[in-house]
Nanobody, 123 residues
Framework: EVQLVESGGGLVQAGGSLRLSCAAS????????IGWFRQAPGKEREGVSF???????YYEDPVKGRFTISSDNAKNTVYLRMNSQKPEDTAVYYC?????????????????WGPGTQVTASS
């Protein structure tokens, strides 16, 4: 059974940092790109950052320069380091498995999703 489980969310002051983890199981980890998405109250889900199995990464403009995505294949885990948090980063953060080794910014290319973890950045 394919499973993705996020952890590491919580309350952080503006300017602070958090590291989210996405623990994967039930599939061959290195064959699938992983993406991080988020959804704030009253807003649509949006992409945050993505990592392909060739090591290439992508960041959406709102987080570029502040967030860093990385992957530990030995632990079947993808991380999202979030620095310089802003109140507008407040959202439920989800990790998802792509149906390809290469990332896509399009959510429909992701076939399995975790339940999400809440991140709240207070001003």
């Amino acid at each position: 059974e394919v499973q993705l489980v996020e952890s590491g969310g919580g309350l952080v002051q503006a300017g602070g940092s958090l590291r989210l983890s996405c623990a994967a199981s039930g599939f061959t980890f290195y064959r699938h790109a992983i993406g991080w998405f988020r959804q704030a109250p009253g807003k649509e889900r949006e992409g945050v950052s993505f990592i392909s199995r060739d090591g290439s990464t992508y960041y959406e403009d709102p987080v570029k320069g502040r967030f860093t995505i990385s992957s530990d294949n030995a632990k079947n885990t993808v991380y999202l380091r979030m620095n310089s948090q802003k109140p507008e980063d407040t959202a439920v953060y989800y990790c998802a498995r792509s149906n390809s080794r290469l990332y896509s910014v399009v959510p429909r290319w992701y076939d399995y999703w975790g339940p999400g973890t809440q991140v709240t950045a207070s001003s």
